[in-house]
């Protein structure tokens, strides 16, 4: 009987290879013609979306990519090759790869590396802590995909979420304890997840359940009082209804309820991204000071910090006999 070889792959989203129009709108095709993210009828959401959607927001979310690009590009890849570089010691002579489920490097790539080392096992870890067909499910979708033109594929340790591990509650902890500490406790607290359309959830979903596992765990934990923590959902596309509160419409109307400071937390994003830099970051942060804030403080993904790193060898170590 031949050896086992396992083989460690890191999942995130995506992202543009540039923050150029062109980089975008291909980016934004392949990301929004996944039935997963978007379950309209092809027939109908095809002309849309080529047609309205990518002519017209292509330009305007490339220029939001110009805004938090840096030296080492796009912030979610380079936080993630990262999450990887600091990872990959801590697992001798398993290969390991990143893969995103839009853009490069591709799904495709990573697991051809790591079949090319001989990979029998198959560690995924999607890089989502709350599960959701939007993003966890893609994933598996993807995978699958790929292994349906192998002749031999490996054994799957699929990792579905981690929404309640113990060590990512005790790193949000920290990170928000780190914030308290740097810049004084805030009015209020809130903790931003990235919204789905709420007929997601009537249909099956059971990622609005996760969230509020990873907030309730975060309230118990955290010595901060508990009615002035806030969950909100940010991110909605479209016209039809989102997971609420929206978190643009609680940053209008905070000052108006007499709360001066807040700092904010974004726990589904393991990594630092358009979504957190420059919605959270700067598009929050004006609609609450234009509406009479005083201070606001985005609180960092975690990212490669020792805490995330921690966590992901726990859950990878878990998979690994």
Known sequence: MSECKYGILLVNLGTPDSPTTPAVKRYLAEFLSDERVIDVPRLIWKPILHGAILPFRSPK???????????????????TL??????????????????????SPSLKSAIDALMSQGVTELVVLPLYPQYSCTTTAAVYDGISAIFKKMRTIPSLHFIRHYATHP???QGLVNSI?????????????????????????????I??????????????????????????????????????PYTDETMNELPHKGVTSVQVICP?????????????????????????????????????SDDNINLFKSLISSKIR
């Open 61 to 79: 979310v490339a220029k939001l990519y110009q805004s938090i690009w840096t030296e080492e590009g796009s912030p979610l890849l380079a936080y």
């Open 82 to 103: 990262r999450q990887k570089e600091k990872l990959a010691p801590h697992f001798p002579n398993i290969p390991m790869e990143v893969g995103m489920s839009y853009g």
């Open 167 to 169: 060590d990512y509650i």
């Open 177 to 205: 304890e780190k914030s308290f500490a740097q810049h004084g406790e805030p009015d209020r607290l809130v903790i931003s997840f990235h919204g789905i359309p709420k007929r997601y959830i009537e249909t099956g979903d």
């Open 207 to 244: 990622y609005e359940q996760d969230c509020q596992k990873t907030t309730d765990l975060i309230k118990q934990r955290l010595n901060y009082p508990q009615d002035r923590i806030l969950m909100t959902y940010q991110s909605r596309f479209g016209r039809e209804p989102w997971l609420t």
């Open 268 to 304: 589904g994003f393991s990594a630092d991204c358009l979504e957190t830099l420059e919605e959270i970051s700067e598009q929050n942060q004006h609609f609450f000071k234009s509406n009479g804030g005083k201070s606001f403080h985005y609180i960092p993904a975690l990212n490669d």
